[in-house]
């Protein structure tokens, strides 16, 4: 898990901007390839109503030495770390367990420089207090970018009438 930008915790996010996937296929003859050429470029944006795209995040409770924050988390299946903001790690009094040198792999290829990080022991809980575990997380300035909670709307009733509940909602 990573912590978002305010109050936030997230897992590493990486943010592609490639707007366009070409797909193509081998041709033989000159005409094939001609209309292979005209109808490469595919966008997706045709298979979704909003240009939001929500992310797995729930709101949770981190408990430090001195006090417990509600905070929203993101979960990244795809990241090898947990990550909490530094300023989150102060407000909780966390005390570094190791520091650990790190550097971030990207998507296309891209990595960022080493860089020294404190490793930090934190309990994470549900809000009701009915779940709570503990694993480490490393520290970082900034872990992502801003991670849009779900909009209020009419699905948000079609959701509970199906006993599917939603704990990271914007606010009305």
């Known amino acids: 898990m990573h912590y978002l930008q305010k109050d936030t915790l997230c ?44 992310l797995q995040t729930l709101k949770v409770k981190i408990k430090g030495n001195n006090c417990s924050l509600p905070e ?40 960022i420089n080493e860089e020294l990080h404190n490793v930090y022991k ?8 009915n779940f709570n575990c503990n694993f480490d997380v490393v520290d970082k300035d900034i872990i992502c970018n801003d991670v849009p909670s779900v909009s209020y709307g009419p699905w948000n009733d079609e959701l509970k009438s199906m006993n599917i509940q939603i704990f990271d909602i914007e606010t009305i």
């Open 72 to 111: 929203r988390a993101m979960y990244d299946s795809g990241s090898q770390k947990s990550y909490i903001r530094k300023e989150i790690a102060s407000l909780l009094g966390l005390l570094s367990l190791r520091q650990q040198l790190l550097s971030h792999a990207l998507f296309g290829r891209e990595r």
């Open 122 to 129: 934190i309990e994470l809980g549900s809000l009701d207090g």
């Open 11 to 54: 897992n590493n996010v990486s943010f592609c901007s490639e707007s366009n996937k070409h797909i193509t296929k081998p041709t033989s003859n000159n005409s094939e390839k001609e209309i292979t050429e005209q109808n490469k470029s595919v966008t997706l944006e045709s298979t979704s109503n909003t240009l939001q795209v929500l």
